[in-house]
């Protein structure tokens, strides 16, 4: 299930509201910015602190930006992506752009009205917890996904957990994507399994 991943997903129809119907993400773009600013605050001084289980990623494209004599390139707080570091993989190579890779993975949004936890939009893994036994991963075009989960593929090395924070910005903006309303902020937790060059085929399991 890639629904919510690949650019392009479908966009859903919401239902029509009524004067009887419960608003399941009310005021989301507020709170989504709300929760970014205040996600960020805190990340950045832990990461100042020196806790190297936390970290700020900059958009993979406006980190190969360069400066110029007349311009500095500027970062905002929605231009970065958070992670949590769970596990530390033993690979030594990170994906690039142009890769494909294998990865477990699982996305949910912020608590809503009825989803108290944060509704789970798309998974790799059939139920909520993740078994290492039964899991299949997903295989995948680094390319092919929005800029938050791309940028999170090509830092990470094989073996590597990470909860990984993407603001709206750097998934789907101001757009529905499946199950996905507009504004909507991303939590994923990653996996990776497997880097394949062009023209090098993935493994199965």
């Known amino acids: 299930m890639l629904l919510a991943v ?3 997903a ?9 004067n009887s119907t419960v608003e399941e993400f009310p005021e989301w773009q507020s ?13 950045k001084a832990k990461v ?15 980190e190969k930006q360069a400066n110029t004599a007349t311009s500095a390139v500027t970062y905002k ?11 530390t993989g033993t690979g ?23 989803y108290t936890s944060g509704l789970i939009f798309d998974t790799s893994w059939g139920g909520e917890k993740f078994n290492e036994h039964t899991a299949r991963a ?5 390319s092919s996904t929005v800029d938050g989960f791309s940028t999170a593929l090509q830092k990470m090395k094989v073996g ?6 993407m603001p709206y910005q750097l998934a789907y903006r101001g757009s529905e994507a499946g199950f996905v309303p507009a504004y909507s902020n991303l939590i994923f937790d990653l996996r990776l399994v497997e880097i394949a060059h062009p023209g090098t085929a993935l493994g199965n399991n």
């Open 6 to 8: 690949v650019v392009g």
């Open 10 to 18: 479908m966009c859903f129809a919401a239902c029509s509201e009524t």
């Open 31 to 43: 709170k989504n910015d709300t929760y970014w600013t205040n996600l960020y605050n805190a990340t």
């Open 48 to 62: 100042d602190a020196g806790d190297t289980s936390w970290k700020l990623i900059p958009n993979y494209s406006k």
């Open 77 to 87: 707080p929605e231009d970065y992506i958070i992670v949590h570091v769970k596990e």
């Open 92 to 114: 030594a190579a990170m994906p690039l752009y142009t890769d494909s890779v294998r990865v477990h993975y699982q996305g949910c949004l912020l608590p809503s009205t009825t």
């Open 138 to 142: 997903a295989h995948m075009l680094v």
């Open 160 to 165: 590597d957990h990470w909860t990984v924070y």
